[in-house]
Every structure is written in C-alpha cells, then in structure tokens.
C-alpha cells in the first residue's frame, strides 16, 4: 500500500496506476487541506491500493483523461470566487475545444465547503461537478455541500457524504476500497502520525533561535494582558452599542456584529484605520496552566512540518 501526501509542486505520473485514488483540493485557509487529509486516510484505511492527496494547482488539468478516480475538495472564497489555487485548474476546464466524452474514463465525486451566509453559498464546487459532469465523467455519488453555519462546521455534511462515498466507490470498484467497513470507521488512532513535530530549546540551546526570541519578546510586550492586568483601567474603555447575532437557527456557532463608542472622544482615526481588539489571557491562569502541564515557563518551543 503506498500513501502520498504531497502539498508540493509535483507533476502527476504519465501512467496513472489503476488502483490510484487522486485527492485534489482548493483550498484558501485550510479548511479543504483538512477535509481532503481526512479523506485520504479513510481511504487508505479501506485498503486503497494507492492514494495521492494533491492541492489543484499542482496538478496538471490535461492530464485528467489519464486518471480513473477523483475526488474534489473545494472551498469558496470572496463572493461564490474559486480559491487561488484552483484559478487556473477551472480556466482550463472551460476551454471550448474539451469534448462532452473529454473525462469518459473518470470516476469523480466533489465536497464543497462554503457558508450559507454567502448569497453565492458553494458556487465553485457546484460548478466543477457540472463542469466535469459535462465533460463526460461519471459521478461516484452526488455531491456533498459543507456550511460552516451547520452546528459542526462543515463535518456535519462531510461525515454523511463519506459514508456514502465510500459505500459508491466499493459498488464502482471493489478493488479500489477492499476494506470499505474500515474506512468510514471512526477508530481513534485514524489520525496516524502527527503531522508536526514540536522542539525545546532549553536557556542554552536558545541562541539557534535568536531571531525567532526577538519576534517572541515583541509579541508578548504587545500583550494586553500586561496592560490590563497591571493597571486598573485598559487603556481605553470602548462602550458596546450594538452587539447583533448573524448567525442564524439553532447553530451553536454564534458569530456577532458588535459597534463600540468611544464616549470621551479620546481615540482619533480616520476612514480606513483598523482597530484590532486583542484576546487577553489573565497571567496567573497561564501561570497554573504551566504548573498544571509541568512546563518550563522559560523554554522556547518551535514547532515545524515533519
Ligand atoms: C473571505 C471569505 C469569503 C468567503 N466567501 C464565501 C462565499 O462567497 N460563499 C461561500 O459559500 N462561502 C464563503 N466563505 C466560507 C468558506 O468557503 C469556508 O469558511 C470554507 O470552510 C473555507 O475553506 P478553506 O479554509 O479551505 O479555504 C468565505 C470565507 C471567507 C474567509
């Protein structure tokens, strides 16, 4: 069994294996990146021969007629736009000269991930599976559609349509999910290895980091937790004067508009500024957090992609 993850620029192979499951997603802040992860594992876990997990722009659109089975992870950004990374992937595809028997040999299927507030809610996954519909191929199941208003984000679709996916794919070709009860079951250790990989620099080893400790001594004394804590009053008392809920229904997700006053006048801005309201930690909390996990208080710690 061969897994790929790739996040790299990588050309796909000239002879796609038969028993090869590609994974292709457009992502802008990550979401997809996770959502295609997910779907790559539980399909290695049905015993999918070879699983190749790509994002859009580093796989080459021509060569889509060579591949057998598909599966698309789209996120929406601006206003109903395609991710950056998908631009050029969905200029191409709407080239005219691309027959209606273009992807005759492929096997597909599309999840998107977009937010129901958005008046163009899901736009690019909806038209990359007509799109790619149109060009010939053949859907795996009906496509999934994530709302990040759904009370658990986007998995609130993802976790349906997976399962239907899977159960598709098993019926399409049996050989490419052999173990397809393995793949939708939610066992604790699907996460596998962890991704990244976390370094302690003790007080001496720290010198190797001396660039990163500038950085870090600059953000904690922009820390509001030391002015608020340290003085009585924050530096400016903003008064709430609308503090409107936009999230709509039952969801437990509770995104709000709030507008604050400055009642004595004190702030001057113009058009354009920005004001950037900084989450505060009470030191002593992170105090006995450190106590509590047996930290060092004084050790610097990086973290970076295994
Ligand atoms: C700036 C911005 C614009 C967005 N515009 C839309 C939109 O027009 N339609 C939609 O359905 N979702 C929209 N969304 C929601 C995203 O598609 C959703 O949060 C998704 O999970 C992001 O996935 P990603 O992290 O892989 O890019 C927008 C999100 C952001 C941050």
């Given at each position: 069994?061969?897994?790929?993850?790739?996040?790299?620029?990588?050309?796909?192979?000239?002879?796609p294996l038969p028993g090869r499951l590609v994974i292709l997603y457009s992502s802008q802040t990550g979401n997809a990146i996770d959502a295609a992860e997910r779907v790559g594992r539980e399909a290695e876990h049905g015993g999918c021969p070879a699983v190749e997990v790509l994002s859009t722009d580093s796989f080459n659109p021509s060569c889509l007629p060579d591949e057998r089975f598909m599966i698309f992870i789209v996120s929406t950004m601006g206003q109903g736009d395609p991710p950056d990374s998908m631009k050029d992937f969905w200029k191409y595809l709407l080239r005219n000269h691309l027959g209606v028997r273009w992807l005759k040999g492929l096997h597909y299927a599309v999840f998107g991930l977009g937010d129901s507030s958005y008046r163009e809610c899901n736009f690019p996954a909806i038209k990359l599976d007509q799109r790619?519909?149109?060009?010939?191929?053949?859907?795996?199941?009906?496509?999934?559609?994530?709302?990040?208003?759904?009370?658990?984000?986007?998995?609130?679709?993802?976790?349906p349509w997976l399962l239907s996916l899977w159960k598709s794919l098993n019926r399409t070709n049996p050989s490419l999910l052999p173990?397809?009860?393995?793949?939708?079951?939610?066992?604790?250790?699907?996460?596998?290895?962890?991704?990244?990989?976390?370094?302690?620099?003790?007080?001496?080893?720290?010198?190797?980091?001396?660039?990163?400790?500038?950085?870090?001594?600059?953000?904690?004394?922009?820390?509001?937790?030391?002015?608020?804590?340290?003085?009585?009053e924050p530096l400016h008392m903003l008064q709430?004067?609308?503090?409107?809920?936009?999230?709509?229904?039952?969801?437990?997700?509770?995104?709000?508009h709030f507008e604050l006053e400055d009642w004595r006048s004190a702030i001057s801005y113009q058009v354009g500024d920005v004001l950037e309201i900084l989450p505060s930690q009470n030191p002593s909390l992170v105090d006995d957090f450190i106590k509590r996990c047996n930290l060092d208080p004084d050790c610097y710690i990086t973290v970076r992609a295994k």
């Open positions: 069994m061969s897994l790929l993850w790739s996040h790299l620029p990588m050309a796909p192979s000239s002879s790619i519909f149109d060009l010939g191929a053949k859907r795996i199941t009906e496509r999934g559609l994530g709302d990040d208003q759904h009370s658990l984000g986007y998995e609130g679709e993802l976790d173990r397809v009860s393995d793949a939708s079951h939610r066992k604790l250790n699907i996460l596998g290895d962890a991704k990244v990989e976390v370094i302690y620099y003790s007080a001496p080893q720290a010198t190797d980091i001396s660039d990163s400790k500038i950085l870090i001594e600059k953000a904690r004394s922009m820390s509001p937790a030391l002015k608020c804590h340290n003085s009585i709430m004067v609308t503090n409107q809920r936009l999230t709509k229904g039952d969801t437990d997700r509770d995104v709000r």
